[in-house]
């Protein structure tokens, strides 16, 4: 099973900023470290190009948003600080999700250790989010012939309302998007299926939620690739959470998703998306919960077409 990463282009935050960049260097090196079989193949993507970019967003804003050139409201409302070295990792943690929705359509299932950027628009960003890579990475397999119809499970812990909103008007992308009712952000985008809890919500009120969804998600979207938010941030710990799944709730969300993806034969790309648990290696224990139960799967799923 094919992994991507981009950890390795890292960016300037300052101290004690909470957005946990150490996360995703430390899922790779625990993936390194695992007795894994079948293996996981551990690949740098090609960066996002303009062209790739610019099918989800608009001009002005890429533009602005590489040359530095964003105003100090757009750049707060982004929560991290610009540099040349963020914009350089944006382009490769998309074209990791790119890469693995090529991957997931040659060989069942693949995974990007990073993308879930739910929160970015067509002109702006927010939520540590600057590219939505969900939708721009739907948009490369359309363009290159691969598929013409997705549906995202976004299982971050946070409305996913960027991509609802860039596919609102496009029957091609069916959005599913099941988090907290009372979490960021303060105004919910209308997705195509959206399940909002209650604060508090633990594993069993949470899969039986979850499960619902899935089977009318994948009944009315009709698609060729699921790409999955595997969001760690619906833990009891994290710091950003609402809800209070248990790490054992969250191995079997991952088993639901996969195993619904894997019983109708439809690939699937998993994204790491959110985590902001007190204690990094929490949430690190998640996301390497999430890879480990994708590659004992991967033996058994069915090619595609």
Known sequence: MKAYYSDTFAFPLPGKHRFPLGKYGLLRQAIAAAQVIPSIELLIPEPA????????????????????????????????????????????????????????LQEGIAINLAGGTHHAFRDHGQGYCLLNDTVIACRAMQAEGRANRFVVVDCDVHQGNGTAALAADDPTIFTFSIHSESNFPLHKEQSDLDIALPDGTGDLEYLEALEAG????????????????????????????????????????????????????????????????????????????????????????????
């Open 49 to 104: 190009s303009d062209e790739q970019i610019l099918r989800a967003h608009d001009e002005d804003y890429w533009q602005r948003l590489r040359s530095g050139q964003l105003t100090p409201k757009e750049i707060r409302r982004i929560g991290l600080p610009w540099s040349q070295e963020l914009v350089l990792r944006a382009r490769y943690s998309v074209g990791g999700t790119i890469a693995a929705c090529r991957a997931a």
């Open 214 to 305: 899935l089977r009318q998600a994948l009944a009315f979207a009709g698609a060729d690739l699921a790409l999955y938010l595997a969001g760690a941030d619906p833990h009891e710990e994290d710091t950003l959470g609402h809800l209070a799944l248990t790490k054992a709730g969250l191995a079997e969300r991952d088993r639901l998703v996969l195993e619904h993806c894997r019983r109708a034969r439809l690939p699937v790309a998993v994204l790491m998306a959110g985590g902001y648990g007190r204690h990094v290696e929490d949430t690190v224990d998640i996301h390497l919960q999430t890879v480990l139960i994708a590659a004992e799967l991967a033996a058994r799923w069915p090619l595609p077409h």
